[in-house]
């Protein structure tokens, strides 16, 4: 069986690899997945996902390209398992798809690096071990052709690199029998500096006042390199200040006004950021003319930040501004329609503005402005804080029975908002009869054979991409029994419950009969076959003893099993005698005897306190005497204190277990003689009651005890024990929160009694007690509106009655309350974001009193009142937080408040923000398209939103080379557009709406051959209908085909 179940997987897998083999170069990756079929229950292999991780973390900067996308909302991993859960263990033996252990990262390679060899590293695990190859710029590399490549363990080695040939995007894909996956992209850079043109520089010359760029014109270079400018001579540096400022960006030195002490030579100096290597510009001579002095004029920003300037959240920021101008001009910042950034710091004379760790609220225009007493001008631009792609929610390993509906989805948060796609087999998995992918959500109908094989998902928007990975089963198979559930015979006793277990492997789940000797089973109020396929019986009787049979059946086969029944009288126990009072040194012998059915033998344990009795550990004080079959004695010799306890007697039969106990009581006898008639009973505690019995004993034995006294109290006494567990509890501000647990009454030693709160600021000398009248009084707030928050106080707590103080507890530090939140956040902002995602941002004041444990946000729905708000917590200090899971078109209203350990703060004003409506959900109908060599004319039916939808903005025509992932994009408000197709080959062409809420359902794929421009000579070409029914149409039409829109 097992070597059917290899042979069935390998030719199914096989199928689906060689379906997609032709697509996998030029693809980005992501989850990977393995769908297996298995037939034969032999087969079915321990499998455990908590061992297997999936997701792969990939470096921030690796961006791969855009290719096809999909919009995503939420991540769910199915999970549709039948009796399997046993079966799901980490196995060294178990079969399994490819997973990354590590993934190539981004390099930057020096070209006079000593080392001559670059490393890229890949390395995967799985069963069969996997086999590696490497794709470079989406085409595979010929590794046996060039010697300058070499593989070790996965990890792709290029001994003597050069840029011309090696620099460019590195995959690895990495496979075995279930199929391959792919690994994110890793760019490879080389750094180099070149030398600056040896070519004369001229002479630059202006008049004193006047300002001046002297421009460097950097060598060619990779990556980035830092500019500095030499004057005269080296190391004579030029001081950067508000006259004179180097800009990073272009490198060029500027002076807002030309002193007599500017004239000189400037090099330009350039340093490689990887390399460290620097090299100097010929020099640029600065003379002064002698055609006078230039009067003042107003600034002139000569050099600026761009119009858009894109920032990694988390990465520092840093834009310039300098002006021309005479005087010199001062440069200021501010952001338009808001505050600096606390964090902003001025850099090179308030040259430039510098925001580390920028934030998503960093986002807005900032205006830089330079004056001087002749004027002013100012520069404005959009500073746009991006952040990569972040799991929410990850696909789990999953298995199905087969038949089954597979449902995936991935989730992730980013902005601009993520995308996604998926991969079957390193290719790209397109929607098919029963394959569904929308807004992330990949499901399959109906899984079969054809199924099986590696699935991958990815993330990604313009920035980056992230990846992660699952395996998904299916389970193909007869229903087996496993062995402990064969030929079993259950005895039960009357009135008790039976449960027949009939729990097959199979998948999908089978039907499950039962059977009582040759009837089938009906159901009825006292026998119900359970979900699982197990039989329960309720209050057995002797009519339910019999032959049972169960039968599971599903497509692949069936198999049963028999069980029999058995119904035996109840045992009933008697223990004797039931309550014994011994002294020291006298024995005893409990009977025990059990009423049961003949037909069965019972056995008996004894217990002490409900542990089993050693017989061969207890020096010989206890014995079993068992004089028949149906009772058993405990003798128990020469009793000692410690023999006192609860003694307990077991029986157990087959079909059942009862049990009962007795007491045994053991005193110690008083020395006190005959002829007395009183004693004194000492070392009680003060103000309790008491009552007393006497036992009159001689050699032959103990009498009756005397009826009790009456009932009689100790005399008063000062009490002597403290409070223990004296803590600080939360409060509100100004408050100290002292708690303790009460002294219990027998302890209290008179009436009156009450608590001595005792406490001071740590390190005064002088105490504050205050009086606590109530026995039961468990806690004591003291408030003082001078006491500052969090103030340390020494505290202890004693006690006290009608006769006296007692003792104080020890002491303990406890700090006063720091009180609920006593300010609103402010600046709270709504964005809608999509369907159902609402951003909601806030800030929080810090001199506010109330140190905020997180914030908590109230959002309810405009017909709604505020009172039925629901309500999401942050912790910590965040700032903001995603809605998800709204309703689309509504108009929501939100507030956010603080909250600590003491309550919660005032809520902010509410603020407003309605999701948006859902993109259309019809997709563009009735395309006709004619095609004239590689031009391609397309038309469609408009689409018509319903009410509850965005309206249509446009419209995009997506069209790619089948087997490519990669789509280029028309964009139109029209409902016609020309594609033209570059190259020979099938090109697949859609069409969907765009809209506010997103991009709308897709058409129906179009494939159309493109000739590579050939043109159409005669007067026919063929009109393709493409209904949005079924069935389509070719028309032969004699017409020219238009160059232009339909």
Same mark, same amino acid.
């Given at each position: 069986?097992?070597?059917?179940?290899?042979?069935?997987?390998?030719?199914?897998?096989?199928?689906?690899?060689?379906?997609?083999?032709?697509?996998?170069?030029?693809?980005?990756?992501?989850?990977?997945?393995?769908?297996?079929?298995?037939?034969?229950?032999?087969?079915?292999?321990?499998?455990?996902?908590?061992?297997?991780?999936?997701?792969?973390?990939?470096?921030?900067?690796?961006?791969?390209?855009?290719?096809?996308?999909?919009?995503?909302?939420?991540?769910?991993?199915?999970?549709?398992?039948?009796?399997?859960?046993?079966?799901?263990?980490?196995?060294?033996?178990?079969?399994?798809?490819?997973?990354?252990?590590?993934?190539?990262?981004?390099?930057?390679?020096?070209?006079?690096?000593?080392?001559?060899?670059?490393?890229?590293?890949?390395?995967?695990?799985?069963?069969?071990?996997?086999?590696?190859?490497?794709?470079?710029?989406?085409?595979?590399?010929?590794?046996?052709?060039?010697?300058?490549?070499?593989?070790?363990?996965?990890?792709?080695?290029?001994?003597?690199?050069?840029?011309?040939?090696?620099?460019?995007?590195?995959?690895?894909?990495?496979?075995?029998?279930?199929?391959?996956?792919?690994?994110?992209?890793?760019?490879?850079?080389?750094?180099?500096?070149?030398?600056?043109?040896?070519?004369?520089?001229?002479?630059?010359?202006?008049?004193?006042?006047?300002?001046?760029?002297?421009?460097?014109?950097?060598?060619?270079?990779?990556?980035?390199?830092?500019?500095?400018?030499?004057?005269?001579?080296?190391?004579?540096?030029?001081?950067?200040?508000?006259?004179?400022?180097?800009?990073?960006?272009?490198?060029?030195?500027?002076?807002?006004?030309?002193?007599?002490?500017?004239?000189?030579?400037?090099?330009?100096?350039?340093?490689?950021?990887?390399?460290?290597?620097?090299?100097?510009?010929?020099?640029?001579?600065?003379?002064?003319?002698?055609?006078?002095?230039?009067?003042?004029?107003?600034?002139?920003?000569?050099?600026?930040?761009?119009?858009?300037?894109?920032?990694?959240?988390?990465?520092?920021?840093?834009?310039?501004?300098?002006?021309?101008?005479?005087?010199?001009?001062?440069?200021?910042?501010?952001?338009?329609?808001?505050?600096?950034?606390?964090?902003?710091?001025?850099?090179?004379?308030?040259?430039?503005?510098?925001?580390?760790?920028?934030?998503?609220?960093?986002?807005?225009?900032?205006?830089?402005?330079?004056?001087?007493?002749?004027?002013?001008?100012?520069?404005?631009?959009?500073?746009?804080?991006?952040?990569?792609?972040?799991?929410?929610?990850?696909?789990?390993?999953?298995?199905?029975?087969?038949?089954?509906?597979?449902?995936?989805?991935?989730?992730?948060?980013?902005?601009?908002?993520?995308?996604?796609?998926?991969?079957?087999?390193?290719?790209?998995?397109?929607?098919?009869?029963?394959?569904? !992918?929308?807004?992330?959500?990949?499901?399959?109908?109906?899984?079969?054979?054809?199924?099986?094989?590696?699935?991958?998902?990815?993330?990604?928007?313009?920035?980056?991409?992230?990846?992660?990975?699952?395996?998904?089963?299916?389970?193909?198979?007869?229903?087996?029994?496993?062995?402990?559930?064969?030929?079993?015979?259950?005895?039960?006793?009357?009135?008790?419950?039976?449960?027949?277990?009939?729990?097959?492997?199979?998948?999908?789940?089978?039907?499950?009969?039962?059977?009582?000797?040759?009837?089938?089973?009906?159901?009825?109020?006292?026998?119900?076959?359970?979900?699982?396929?197990?039989?329960?019986?309720?209050?057995?009787?002797?009519?339910?003893?019999?032959?049972?049979?169960?039968?599971?059946?599903?497509?692949?086969?069936?198999?049963?099993?028999?069980?029999?029944?058995?119904?035996?009288?109840?045992?009933?126990?008697?223990?004797?005698?039931?309550?014994?009072?011994?002294?020291?040194?006298?024995?005893?012998?409990?009977?025990?005897?059990?009423?049961?059915?003949?037909?069965?033998?019972?056995?008996?344990?004894?217990?002490?306190?409900?542990?089993?009795?050693?017989?061969?550990?207890?020096?010989?004080?206890?014995?079993?005497?068992?004089?028949?079959?149906?009772?058993?004695?405990?003798?128990?010799?020469?009793?000692?204190?410690?023999?006192?306890?609860?003694?307990?007697?077991?029986?157990?039969?087959?079909?059942?277990?009862?049990?009962?106990?007795?007491?045994?009581?053991?005193?110690?006898?008083?020395?006190?003689?005959?002829?007395?008639?009183?004693?004194?009973?000492?070392?009680?505690?003060?103000?309790?009651?008491?009552?007393?019995?006497?036992?009159?004993?001689?050699?032959?034995?103990?009498?009756?005890?005397?009826?009790?006294?009456?009932?009689?109290?100790?005399?008063?006494?000062?009490?002597?024990?403290?409070?223990?567990?004296?803590?600080?509890?939360?409060?509100?501000?100004?408050?100290?929160?002292?708690?303790?647990?009460?002294?219990?009454?027998?302890?209290?030693?008179?009436?009156?009694?009450?608590?001595?709160?005792?406490?001071?600021?740590?390190?005064?000398?002088?105490?504050?007690?205050?009086?606590?009248?109530?026995?039961?009084?468990?806690?004591?707030?003291?408030?003082?509106?001078?006491?500052?928050?969090?103030?340390?106080?020494?505290?202890?707590?004693?006690?006290?009655?009608?006769?006296?103080?007692?003792?104080?507890?020890?002491?303990?530090?406890?700090?006063?309350?720091?009180?609920?939140?006593?300010?609103?956040?402010?600046?709270?902002?709504?964005?809608?974001?999509?369907?159902?995602?609402?951003?909601?941002?806030?800030?929080?004041?810090?001199?506010?009193?109330?140190?905020?444990?997180?914030?908590?946000?109230?959002?309810?729905?405009?017909?709604?009142?505020?009172?039925?708000?629901?309500?999401?917590?942050?912790?910590?200090?965040?700032?903001?937080?995603?809605?998800?899971?709204?309703?689309?078109?509504?108009?929501?209203?939100?507030?956010?408040?603080?909250?600590?350990?003491?309550?919660?703060?005032?809520?902010?004003?509410?603020?407003?923000?309605?999701?948006?409506?859902?993109?259309?959900?019809?997709?563009?109908?009735?395309? !006709?398209?004619?095609?004239?060599?590689?031009?391609?004319?397309?038309?469609?039916?408009?689409?018509?939103?319903?009410?509850?939808?965005?309206?249509?903005?446009?419209?995009?025509?997506?069209?790619?080379?089948?087997?490519?992932?990669?789509?280029?994009?028309?964009?139109?408000?029209?409902?016609?557009?020309?594609?033209?197709?570059?190259?020979?080959?099938?090109?697949?062409?859609?069409?969907?709406?765009?809209?506010?809420?997103?991009?709308?359902?897709?058409?129906?794929?179009?494939?159309?051959?493109?000739?590579?421009?050939?043109?159409?000579?005669?007067?026919?070409?063929?009109?393709?209908?493409?209904?949005?029914?079924?069935?389509?149409?070719?028309?032969?039409?004699?017409?020219?085909?238009?160059?232009?829109?339909?």
């Amino acid at each position: 069986m097992w070597l059917s179940w290899k042979l069935l997987l390998f030719l199914s897998l096989t199928g689906c690899l060689s379906e997609y083999s032709e697509a996998v170069p030029g693809l980005p990756t992501s989850y990977a997945a393995i769908l297996r079929i298995k037939s034969g229950s032999s087969s079915l292999a321990s499998f455990n996902s908590k061992n297997r991780p999936r997701l792969s973390s990939p470096s921030l900067g690796s961006v791969s390209s855009p290719g096809w996308r999909g919009a995503a909302q939420h991540y769910h991993s199915p999970t549709n398992l039948y009796h399997f859960s046993e079966t799901f263990k980490h196995d060294e033996s178990v079969d399994y798809g490819p997973v990354f252990v590590q993934e190539p990262d981004d390099m930057i390679f020096p070209t006079d690096s000593e080392e001559k060899k670059v490393s890229l590293n890949c390395q995967a695990r799985g069963n069969p071990t996997p086999t590696y190859r490497w794709l470079r710029n989406g085409t595979e590399i010929d590794i046996e052709s060039d010697y300058r490549f070499s593989l070790i363990e996965g990890s792709l080695i290029i001994s003597n690199p050069s840029e011309m040939k090696d620099s460019g995007q590195y995959q690895c894909l990495t496979t075995n029998i279930f199929g391959s996956i792919l690994s994110r992209e890793a760019v490879l850079q080389f750094a180099y500096l070149g030398n600056f043109s040896g070519r004369t520089r001229s002479a630059v010359s202006v008049r004193e006042g006047q300002g001046v760029v002297l421009m460097c014109s950097p060598p060619l270079h990779s990556p980035e390199i830092i500019y500095s400018w030499v004057f005269n001579e080296f190391p004579s540096f030029v001081a950067e200040d508000s006259r004179r400022f180097i800009s990073q960006e272009t490198g060029n030195l500027y002076i807002s006004k030309v002193q007599t002490s500017d004239v000189g030579s400037y090099i330009c100096l350039v340093k490689n950021t990887v390399t460290n290597a620097r090299v100097l510009s010929p020099p640029t001579p600065l003379t002064l003319r002698n055609d006078g002095v230039m009067g003042e004029y107003e600034p002139k920003i000569e050099v600026h930040f761009p119009y858009t300037v894109t920032a990694a959240r988390g990465t520092t920021v840093r834009m310039e501004c300098f002006a021309l101008g005479n005087p010199v001009p001062t440069i200021s910042w501010r952001k338009v329609n808001g505050h600096n950034p606390s964090k902003a710091r001025l850099r090179k004379s308030q040259a430039v503005l510098e925001i580390p760790n920028v934030q998503l609220e960093d986002s807005g225009m900032y205006e830089c402005k330079a004056e001087n007493s002749r004027g002013r001008n100012v520069f404005r631009g959009q500073l746009q804080v991006y952040t990569y792609p972040h799991w929410v929610e990850k696909l789990n390993d999953t298995q199905l029975d087969s038949g089954d509906q597979l449902r995936w989805e991935c989730k992730a948060t980013g902005k601009p908002r993520p995308t996604y796609r998926w991969l079957k087999n390193g290719a790209p998995l397109w929607p098919q009869s029963r394959i569904e !992918m929308m807004n992330g959500v990949l499901m399959i109908h109906s899984v079969n054979v054809s199924d099986a094989g590696m699935y991958q998902c990815l993330a990604e928007n313009k920035y980056g991409t992230i990846y992660a990975s699952a395996e998904l089963k299916v389970l193909a198979s007869a229903p087996t029994f496993p062995l402990n559930q064969m030929r079993k015979t259950i005895i039960v006793t009357k009135g008790q419950e039976v449960v027949i277990e009939c729990k097959p492997q199979a998948s999908p789940k089978p039907t499950i009969t039962w059977k009582k000797g040759d009837k089938v089973l009906r159901e009825n109020k006292r026998i119900t076959i359970l979900p699982h396929g197990s039989l329960r019986i309720l209050n057995a009787s002797k009519s339910d003893e019999g032959r049972y049979l169960c039968k599971g059946v599903n497509v692949f086969g069936s198999a049963e099993i028999i069980a029999s029944v058995s119904v035996k009288e109840p045992t009933r126990i008697e223990l004797t005698p039931k309550k014994i009072e011994l002294t020291v040194g006298e024995s005893i012998v409990l009977s025990c005897k059990a009423l049961h059915d003949s037909t069965m033998d019972v056995t008996f344990y004894w217990t002490l306190n409900g542990q089993p009795i050693d017989f061969e550990k207890e020096g010989g004080h206890f014995e079993s005497i068992k004089a028949q079959a149906s009772s058993a004695d405990l003798m128990i010799r020469n009793i000692l204190l410690m023999h006192a306890g609860r003694y307990g007697c077991r029986v157990q039969t087959a079909a059942d277990t009862v049990s009962d106990e007795t007491e045994l009581l053991v005193r110690v006898p008083d020395l006190i003689s005959g002829d007395m008639e009183s004693a004194m009973a000492v070392e009680l505690n003060p103000w309790v009651e008491y009552e007393f019995r006497v036992v009159a004993t001689n050699k032959i034995g103990t009498g009756d005890p005397s009826a009790p006294s009456r009932v009689i109290r100790t005399n008063e006494a000062v009490p002597k024990t403290p409070p223990a567990n004296v803590s600080g509890r939360s409060g509100r501000r100004h408050e100290l929160v002292i708690a303790w647990e009460p002294v219990s009454e027998e302890f209290q030693s008179g009436e009156g009694f009450g608590y001595i709160v005792a406490f001071r600021p740590n390190g005064t000398r002088g105490w504050k007690e205050k009086m606590v009248t109530s026995s039961d009084a468990s806690k004591f707030i003291y408030r003082d509106e001078s006491v500052p928050p969090l103030t340390p106080f020494e505290v202890k707590v004693g006690v006290y009655n009608n006769k006296g103080d007692g003792p104080f507890s020890p002491i303990v530090v406890i700090c006063s309350a720091e009180g609920e939140p006593t300010a609103a956040p402010i600046d709270v902002k709504a964005t809608s974001l999509s369907v159902s995602e609402i951003l909601v941002a806030w800030k929080h004041i810090k001199e506010s009193l109330g140190r905020p444990q997180g914030f908590e946000v109230g959002y309810w729905k405009d017909m709604q009142q505020e009172e039925a708000a629901e309500k999401v917590k942050t912790e910590g200090n965040e700032s903001s937080i995603l809605l998800t899971g709204l309703e689309g078109n509504t108009l929501y209203h939100l507030t956010v408040r603080a909250y600590n350990a003491a309550g919660y703060g005032p809520p902010s004003t509410a603020v407003h923000a309605a999701t948006k409506k859902s993109p259309p959900s019809q997709a563009p109908g009735n395309i !006709m398209w004619i095609q004239d060599g590689s031009h391609v004319s397309l038309g469609w039916e408009p689409v018509r939103p319903l009410a509850n939808e965005s309206d249509v903005m446009g419209y995009k025509v997506l069209f790619r080379q089948e087997g490519q992932s990669n789509s280029q994009v028309i964009e139109t408000q029209k409902t016609s557009a020309v594609v033209l197709l570059p190259d020979v080959g099938v090109y697949i062409i859609e069409v969907c709406a765009v809209s506010e809420g997103g991009d709308g359902t897709a058409s129906p794929q179009i494939r159309v051959p493109s000739f590579s421009g050939g043109k159409v000579t005669s007067a026919q070409s063929t009109l393709h209908v493409l209904s949005t029914s079924s069935s389509s149409v070719t028309l032969l039409l004699a017409l020219m085909v238009p160059s232009t829109s339909w």
